[in-house]
């Protein structure tokens, strides 16, 4: 196993140092740099700019700014968001939980219903229910995210005033405890369901189709000639076989808990790390993009090799000795 | 060379015409027309392709000057949508905006289909170090998340101040550039079971050229899966073209698009008391990306019946 | 009549295994390790033999459709593995290949009649216009009937896509064919109409063939000479009355007498191996046979026994003999 | 004589496909005797596993419906069971064993788990003596290293191997029929001959009906008490084994045991049967055999042959043998 994971860790270097590099390329192509959009207030003049810009090393040549930078993220150092003036790690820290709480709920939820209902239309394939619930996933999947959010605000806050219309606790409001907590979520409902209900389609139609590919193997057959009860044959027989490329899927959402859902943030006013490094990017805070993208890379990276490993844990027949 | 008599050859009581069988895409039209949910499909998209080609002709307002003191009217007998900020009517504008974005979303996925299917067949057809290079350029743009490497590309083509009509151009190829990758992993990892079919190491046997295998007998067993995940790709080609529009950072003003108009509701008035700025592109982007989804959909079921789910 | 068609000298085909962290080769698949025969003109040589003996590999490395790891193959004395990629290519229709599963060995897309012509197309065997009577022609001497031309390979039967198999071959004016368990995925019924088919193309066209299979009473009924092979080796060989009448290898003896006789009353002394087949990956030392051999004495379990001729052409590898 | 175990009376399994309606089990009677070892032969599609898959309920519907007839097992009428007393007996009174032996078993459970499940579930043993009674059956069934082989997993097994642990699974409750669907199809003939040799042993040792689903008659002389061979869903002929192959009476029996070539007794030139079993949707009233039979008179493609039993019980379904008058 471990043979396997450094094996796997050496193979991802290569993608990594590639990722970073075409990251840093794109973000050289910006014309402008930060010290340019500074350029229109008066007090700016011309080598005024140019100290600036020697301060941040932009006038080095490409490749060495791209090393300086390089080495700079290998100890941690992402520079400083020119947006808040302070490192971008602690910008980053700052704002990512409150991306965290609201992906764990939204995966929480997804997963929930996804299997659910995936796995119930499949048992009970051609009934009512899978039609039913079968069209519903197909417009659930087509919907743009940032429309339905819209659309949820519009109704349940502006119209119906049940939700706050937007950002993380009442204004003004210093609740502590229970109180904060309840304020919170209140605040998160809106979110939540908006993102839940975009994502269950896809997951519960790829629930649907593992299900109905697993109930037509020979070994269901056996259970059933076993003379299992059905719940049994369902949930320990097939459900077991059916999770196996699940796993996969499930790690490989796990770095969207970090990345945030920069335009639902936006929509809902949520204050979390994507919202934030969205608005960064109007003002052209190239260094807390250019770690945010970087961190969201890695974090992809690392979960690629967790699904396998995870893959390899779960699947006897994988089990890599 | 007299006939052999090895047993009586088949009976011909069923003896018909020597007329050409169905080929096996007209069999797999049928089943598609069969399917209630592809006809649904391709009426909504057909409407929607009319609605933004056709529609503007039938527009009184085609060449209405802007005139601001007939801006923010609700939807009345003249104008169907109400009227924007600038008092263009806000029907036409969602017919202009639909060309733009069903364009996008089809060249778009033009240029995955192009890149993807060529390096993803090289890829698979070719294997060696060929096949490495391409995995782990592939590799390495999947590791990247999208919609942060749009939004950036966004940003750079507005201070690279790029003409809103060029523009359009530039969001296509971004688009594509970023997500071929699966399309060549699915044709790649076909092409790869292909080639340990039976019927393709016969046609080494046989001694066929490369051209006739790739033509006669891969490209017609890829084929399919290409048309349904390009169509796919088109609904989500439209998706990211209108999230970015959204954002200010895709097609901007002066050109149309869905994605732009539902920025609308980013200000509050309009947000809460003009819904006939932003409602209408929100549900035009969904009807067209549910319509193509089903005939996706369709599509798959109708090439390969077995693969029913 | 008997000079030698395809003679086969030490040939071995080894599947490389790959593991550790470069995935460097770290062991063999010995598929085939060291096989020699001859094949005459207007004969039938047939490799029999358990899954895992390497029979398949044997019939298509002759006609390199894998290219060997070892020895030598020639057909008229021409070395079929030195050859160029474009003097192979000429050389192809001269030397075919049936497949054993009727449902893969046909592209699904392709009309049957294209199937059957394509290949003496691409060789500018003949011209456009004269290739249609050719095939219907090739088609009714293997029993298909002229309308099925036009057809598309899912409107056919397992017995009938044989035939197209065969006609595709045919219609090449082959030398030599490898028949690849050609009717082990057929109807008892069935198996006799292609069996039927394939002798008497031999008879008229003077086909020699490489038949496959692991049905021993198929092969007593249609083969002139028999090998029989385990675990990559040819372990006795011999004229088909020679063998059937006296087996000297304790495995062809074992074979043949777990062959069931459709005779209820014939009564005989079985002779059960004990047991599995060992994997090719890491066969036994010494005779590979000795883990199962009834009669194995420490002789087997260290020493390779030398393939001889014991009288008559009669070949067999065992220390007992 | 030992009573009849399990009894098909005029059995209609049929299948709901978008071409039609194929009617894989077509009016099937036959009966098994306790202790008894009956095979059912006959080429593919003629339904011979649609049959045991009927008794064992195991049809999945849709597209299959088992739409009229009986199947009396041990007095019952299968058909008319619950499904909850249907379940205490499959896996309990009937055990079942398939083809495929590499599919057969759950890949992700361990084989003890698997072996330990009936028992616990029919005869509400604890786990530890499941586990003590699984392990005796895995040596029963001829495999060393039995606790090893408990934790171990499917795919460390060989075809072989897996066939013995599915034998052991389907005889965990002393069942009182075994069912085996080409138990060795997908084996090699030495590993067959084991799996053959093991049936036979488990025959003598337990008074157990065994109903075996062949293609093969080599299998049938060897194993086979009682034969039934069938065609495009019919049974066309049943008699005791030695019968049927010293007299066999309709043409597509006698025209199989031609065909197929037998080691020591080389013809020059094999029977064919010509042309191949018919479409089985739209089957009308005729013998479904007539249009590849040497002796299809008229009559045969007028009118199904029923089922008539001569001196000895020797059963055929064919014109030839029932003189016109006779009817």
Known sequence: MTQFIIRRLLQSIPTLIGASIIIFLIFAMAPGDYVTSQLQNPKMTEERAAQLRALYGLDKPLPQRYISWASGVLKGDLGDSLLFKKPVIQVINDFIWNSFILGVAIMFFEWLIASIVGIYSAVRQYSVFDTIATLLVFILYSLPSFFLGLVMLKVFAVDLKWFPLGGMITTGSNYTGWAHIVDVAKHMVLPVATLTLISVGGLSRYFRANMLEVIKQDYIRTARAKGLKERTVIFKHALRNALLPLITLFTLELPSLFAGAMITERIFNWPGIGKVVLEGIYIRDYPLFLGYTMLITVLTILANILADVLYGVADPRVRLK | ?309 | MSEPLIEVKNLKKYFPIRGGILQRTIGYVKAVDGVTFTINKGETLSLVGESGCGKSTVGRTIIRLYDKTDGEVFYKSIPIHSLKKSELRKLRPKMQLVFQDPFSSLNPRLRVGDAIGEALLDHGLISKNELRDKVIETMEICGLAPYHIDRYPHEFSGGQRQRIGIARALILDPEFIVLDEPVSSLDVSIQAQIINLLMDLQEQKGLTYLFISHDLSVVEHISTRVAVMYLGSIVEMAARDELFAHPLHPYTQALLSAVPIPDPDLKRERIILEGDIPSPANPPKGCKFHTRCPLAKDICREQVPEYKDVGGGHFVACHLV | MAKNLVEFRNLKTFFYTEEGVVKAVNDVSFSIREGETVCIVGESGCGKSVTALSLMRLIQSPPGKIEGGEIIFDGRDILKLSEAEMRRIRGNEIGMIFQEPMTSLNPVLTIGEQIMEPLMVHKLMTKKEAWNKAIELIKQVGIPRAEQIMTSYPHELSGGMRQRIMIAIALSCDPKLLIADEPTTALDVTIQAQILDLLRKIKQERNMALMLITHDLGIVAEIADYVVVMYAGKVIEEAPVRELFKNPKHPYTRGLLKAKPIIGQRQERLYTIPGQVPNPIGLGDYCYFSDRCEYAMDICRQKIPQLAADENGHKVACWLYEGEWKK
């Open chain 2, 1 to 309: 060379m007299d006939q052999v008599n090895v047993n009586q050859p088949l009976d011909y009581k069923k003896k018909n015409n020597l007329k050409k069988a169905p080929s096996i895409w007209r069999d797999a039209f049928h089943r598609f027309l069969k399917n209630k949910y592809a006809i649904l499909g391709l009426v909504i998209l057909t409407f929607m392709f009319l609605f933004s080609f056709v529609g503007p002709y039938f527009s009184p307002y085609l060449d209405a000057k802007i005139d601001v003191s007939k801006g923010n009217q609700p939807p009345s007998a003249e104008h169907w949508l109400g009227t924007d900020n600038l008092g263009r009517d806000v029907l036409l504008r969602l017919m202009l905006a639909g060309r733009i974005s069903l364009t996008i979303g089809i060249a778009a996925t033009l240029i995955i289909v192009l890149i993807g299917g060529m390096l993803g067949s090289i890829a698979g057809y070719y294997g060696g170090w060929l096949d490495v290079i391409i995995m782990r350029l592939a590799d390495i743009i999947y590791a990247m998340p999208g919609l942060p490497i749009l939004i950036m590309l966004g940003a750079i083509m507005s201070d690279l101040k790029i003409p809103p009509p060029q523009r359009i151009y530039y969001v296509m190829f971004i688009l594509g550039f970023i997500s071929w990758v699966g399309l060549a992993r699915l044709i790649r990892s076909q092409i790869l079971s292909l080639k340990e079919q039976e019927f393709m190491l016969a046609t080494e046997v046989l001694g066929l050229r490369d051209s006739k295998k790739i033509i006669k007998h891969l490209f017609p067993n890829v084929l399919p899966t290409v048309i349904v995940s390009a169509t796919l790709g088109v609904a989500g080609a439209i998706l990211s073209e209108s999230a970015l529009s959204f954002l200010g950072l895709g097609v901007i003003p002066p050109t149309p698009s869905w994605g732009y108009m539902l920025s609308a509701a980013n200000n509050m008035i309009d947000f809460a008391k003009r819904p006939w700025l932003w409602i209408p592109p929100g549900v035009a982007i969904m009807l067209t990306v549910v319509a193509i989804n089903f005939i996706g959909d369709a599509l798959r079921d109708a090439f390969d019946p077995r693969q029913k789910i």
